[in-house]
């Protein structure tokens, strides 16, 4: 397991003077598991890792990658190979959720749009039509997005997004978000743990820019359907 509390490599600039350095937390779940994995099968692990994250949201990236950097500046991967093995397990747990998303399929997806309450399906060909239009950017943005950044995948699949530009844009897209963190992993040193705080707030502030969006949705969406019924009264 990656020891948290031996010193990271001579000259890494964790160790420079002036450093800042503080006591990292013991690792438990996440972070254990991950660490387990990275042990045994070194920057492949960190790969495989990333890739379940993609699967299940749930586990943090935000996690893992500082771990990862932080395993590097420990010398026990080197951290190009951190970087490609992460990036590359992105783009397999991003494939994986393209081939879930095909395989539900456009008219199963309306179907359930149907059913959901205040949703019109005019919505749903409005969002349709947009992420064919945008796909392309949609896709690379959203995987340096929290939360949507594997989801992404799923109406990119639904829309049966050519193979070929959704690899590519799936692969620059984590590259960039994996290699931010994996670097401030390797940056920080026993200070890894300090990504996820800043990552933590962030996240935050995209949860709640979600549910303002969902709040004006719905209150809208009643106004609508009152305004009618308010005509006929009168």
């Known amino acids: 397991m990656i020891d948290t509390t031996a010193p990271v490599n001579p ?30 099968l070194g ?42 093995w992460t990036t590359l397990g992105s783009v397999v747990g991003a494939l994986a959720l393209y081939y879930v998303g095909a395989l539900l399929g456009r008219e199963r997806t309306r179907a359930i749009a149907a059913r959901l309450p205040l949703v ?3 919505d749903v060909d409005r969002t349709e039509a947009w992420f064919v239009r945008h796909g392309v950017v949609t896709v690379f943005a959203g995987r340096m997005i929290p939360i949507f950044r594997s989801l992404i995948s799923i109406p990119a699949g639904i829309e049966r997004m050519r193979m070929l530009p959704f690899l590519l844009c799936t692969a620059l897209g984590s590259l960039i978000w994996n290699t931010a963190f994996v670097l401030a992993g390797y940056l920080l040193g026993e200070n890894w743990h300090r990504v996820e705080e ?37």
């Open 43 to 84: 920057a492949p692990g960190a790969g495989l890792a990333v890739a379940l994250e993609n699967l299940f949201p749930p586990l943090p990236s935000e996690i893992i990658l500082p771990l990862a950097g932080f395993a590097a500046s420990r010398g026990e991967m080197g951290l190009w190979s951190a970087i490609f």
């Open 11 to 40: 000259g890494h600039p964790a160790t420079r003077p002036g450093s800042l350095a503080a006591e990292p937390p013991p690792l438990t779940g996440i972070a254990e598991w991950a660490t387990d994995l990275m042990e045994k």
């Open 120 to 122: 019109k399906l005019a």
């Open 198 to 234: 800043y990552a933590g707030l962030v996240q935050k502030l995209v949860i709640m820019a979600v549910v303002i969006a969902v709040g004006w949705f719905v209150v809208s969406r009643l106004a609508r359907r009152h305004r009618p019924r308010s005509r006929h009264r009168r």
